[in-house]
């Protein structure tokens, strides 16, 4: 689906105010300048503050200018810094997907091309602090995108799929060395946490260092990649088999490069994969870090199967990252930080505006879900505007309908259930349908397969609209299965049809799944 131009909307992080706000204290255990100014003395122009005798600006003692000393040190082992990094990275995708038809059928073989292009600042803050706090959290990763465009061909069907303007500031998760963008108070689309999903992204690059003994970062050394950095490196659940290994040898420049190679079998959302990898970063230095890489090109071979969320595929990738150069302390990086200090209230006094966009013009072309960003959480938006929804990383959508789209919840590799969204036709206000209707609905749908109704329950929203919920079981193939069905109506009599199968076995799994996906529903109201 082609991404459209969306409405601006000042809802970007700002890097400042997070930062400070977050880890200020852990990090220096020290009331600010100006903090110590308020606390201590105050001036006016009527009251000049009065001389300080000699003896009291010198030191007492020995042991106060030891202490002096120490607090110096304190401050300047604790400080925070913070840079920025210019990335430019191309990856180009040729291969094929293919798609199962039955058992007794040919699978289907479709010609995949893809050239993705981005152009990237990430900014990165860090607390210098010898022994950190058991509760600190790890400064917040900024990624600021100025391109991130994909031409993609399957079979022939061309599109470009883009980040729109209103998303090109995003705060990076790196929770598990997976590298999770996301937007602080809005939702991303699928397409667009598709577009940004990269192998080899610039925010792990220095776990293969880190996580790897210090030793081995030496010349002509080799280690293996631990497998959770493999796994993050190569957007795969996890690792089955197989190793990524290490090598670090001198360049002719003066740096050194890190070739990575090897052969890795692993498994994503339940299909199984492997990848033939060969990988070269060149360093400004002889030893290996973050700070003095220059450049990495990465050749990718996969062959995975289908799962139950999407086909198999056979592909050759090539990823090619370019750092251009640092801002640390410098003009440009003073300018780009000044730049996003307008919008800094949005992280701390945050308010859920979500009410605020429900409201549509005819005309309107895009406008995006707000609210508290958490990654993972992803936007789908009703092509027809009736309504959109906010969906939790599990579920998966797999196929679109006229009115609606389908969506499967996969956990840990199994498929737990399938759901099923669609507009229903509106009803007048005085005709709107009770639990009975719905179960009345429920069982001539169901047919042969309808076992019993196991509970039944109606509530009401603060915006108006009416939901109706009816849980129902009985056997599908032979095999026990659980339904919910809801029907959500709103206060001007739209309806939306919410069904959920899970087999019975995966209940424990799915728990209270449906509940979370049907509140993240909401239905727009679309003005002439």
């Known amino acids: 689906m082609v991404i459209r131009a969306m409405l601006n909307q000042a809802l970007f992080v700002t890097l400042m105010l997070v930062f400070t706000y977050l880890f200020f204290e852990t990090c220096l255990g020290e009331p600010t300048s100006t903090e110590i100014a308020t606390e201590t003395i105050e001036v006016t122009p009527s009251e000049p503050m009065p001389p300080v005798p000699l003896e009291s600006a010198l030191p007492a003692s020995t042991e106060a200018v030891e202490e002096n000393a120490a607090q110096k040190e304190h401050l300047e082992s604790n400080r925070l810094t913070t840079t920025a990094a210019h990335f430019r990275v191309k990856l180009d995708v040729k291969g094929s997907l293919v798609a199962p038809t039955g058992k007794d059928s040919q699978a289907v073989t479709l010609p995949i091309d893809i050239a993705a292009r981005y152009d990237y600042l990430q900014t990165h803050t860090t607390c210098h602090a010898k022994e950190s706090p058991k509760d600190s959290q790890d400064p917040p990763i900024i990624r600021e995108y100025r391109t991130a465009v994909a031409d993609v061909r399957i079979d022939g069907h061309a599109e470009q799929i883009s980040l729109a303007s209103d998303s090109r500031m995003l705060v990076l998760s790196l929770k598990e060395v997976r590298v999770t963008p996301y937007l602080p108070n809005a939702y991303l689309t699928r397409s667009e946490r598709e577009l940004l999903s990269v192998h080899f992204d610039s925010a792990i690059l220095d776990q293969i260092l880190i996580k790897s003994s210090t030793k081995h970062s030496q010349p002509h050394n080799t280690w293996d990649i631990p497998h959770e950095v493999v796994a993050g490196l190569l957007l795969i659940d996890t690792v089955d088999s197989g190793v990524l290994e290490a090598r670090v040898t001198p360049s002719d420049t003066g740096g050194s490069s890190l070739v990575l190679s090897g052969v890795i079998t692993g498994a994503i959302d339940g299909s199984s994969t492997t990848l033939t990898v060969q990988a070269a970063f060149q360093y400004a230095d002889k030893q290996p870090s973050a700070e003095t890489l220059q450049s990495l090109s990465a050749t990718i071979r996969e062959s995975r199967t289908a799962s139950h969320v999407a086909p198999g595929l056979e592909l050759e990738a090539r990823i090619d990252l370019i750092r251009e150069h640092t801002l640390d302390e410098s003009e440009e990086l003073g300018r780009w930080l000044a730049s996003i200090e307008p919008v800094r209230t949005a992280v701390l006094s945050f308010t859920d505006t979500s009410d605020s966009r429900t409201q549509l013009t005819s005309d309107s072309v895009f406008i995006r879900r707000t609210g508290k960003g958490s990654p993972g959480l992803t936007w789908h938006l009703d092509p027809e505007k009736h309504f959109d929804i906010v969906y939790e990383s599990r579920w998966h959508e797999i196929e679109d309908l006229p009115r609606g789209f389908i969506l499967r919840l996969i956990d840990r590799g199994a ?90 076995s995966m209940q424990k799994r799915f728990e209270t799944a449906d509940r979370s996906l049907v509140n993240g529903i909401e239905f727009l109201e679309i003005s002439p």
Do not use: N
């Open 415 to 504: 498929l737990v259930s399938q759901c099923s969204v669609a507009m229903l036709p509106p009803v007048p206000i005085d005709a709107v349908p009770t639990v009975k209707d719905v179960q009345r609905d429920i069982e001539r749908s169901l047919g042969a397969q309808f076992g019993i109704f196991e509970e039944s329950e109606e509530s009401k929203r603060p915006d108006g609209t009416t939901v109706i919920r009816v849980a129902s079981t009985g056997t599908a193939e032979e095999l026990p299965f659980r339904w919910i069905h809801y029907v959500l109506i709103s206060d001007q009599g739209k309806r939306i049809s919410v069904s959920f199968m899970t087999e019975s």
